[in-house]
Nanobody
C-alpha cells in the first residue's frame, strides 16, 4: 500500500505563494506504486479537479490550464516526495488540495478517477 501525507497548506493573500509537500510511504512489495504522483483540488461544492501531475517514468509534468505558468510540480524521488509550488495565487485557487498517486499515469493525467492512493488533503485559502 501507499500512504500519502500532505503538508504546507494555509492562508495567503492574493498574489502570494505557498508550497505544498506530500510524502509517500510505500510498503514493501509496492515499489513503483507512486511513480505517477501529483495534486488535485476540490473547491467548496465543486468537483475534484486535476492540478499538476509528475510522471517519474517519463520525467514529464502535466498542468491544468488554470495553473499553467503559476504552479510548478517537482519530485524528490529519493524521499518519495512531491511538491507543488504555487505562485501568483488567485482567489479561485482556494480549495482543499489532495495528493494522489498511481503506479502508472492514466491517459488523462488529470482525471482523478484513475488514481489509487490519496492523501487526506490540505486546505489552501486565498484572500483579497
Amino acid at each position: 500500500q501507499v500512504h500519502l501525507v500532505e503538508s504546507g497548506g494555509g492562508s495567503v493573500q492574493a498574489g502570494g505563494s505557498l508550497r505544498l509537500s506530500c510524502v509517500a510511504s510505500v510498503a514493501h512489495g509496492y515499489t513503483g506504486s507512486d511513480a505517477c504522483m501529483g495534486w488535485f483540488r476540490q473547491p467548496p461544492e465543486k468537483e475534484r479537479e486535476g492540478v499538476a501531475i509528475s510522471n517519474a517514468r517519463s520525467g514529464s509534468e502535466y498542468y491544468a490550464a488554470s495553473v499553467q505558468g503559476r504552479f510548478i510540480v517537482s519530485r524528490d524521488m529519493a524521499e518519495h516526495t512531491v511538491f507543488l509550488q504555487m505562485n501568483s495565487l488567485k482567489l479561485e485557487d482556494s480549495a482543499v488540495y489532495y495528493c494522489a498517486a498511481a503506479p502508472f499515469c492514466p491517459d488523462d493525467k488529470l482525471d482523478p478517477r484513475d488514481y489509487r492512493y490519496w492523501g487526506r488533503g490540505a486546505q489552501v485559502t486565498v484572500s483579497s
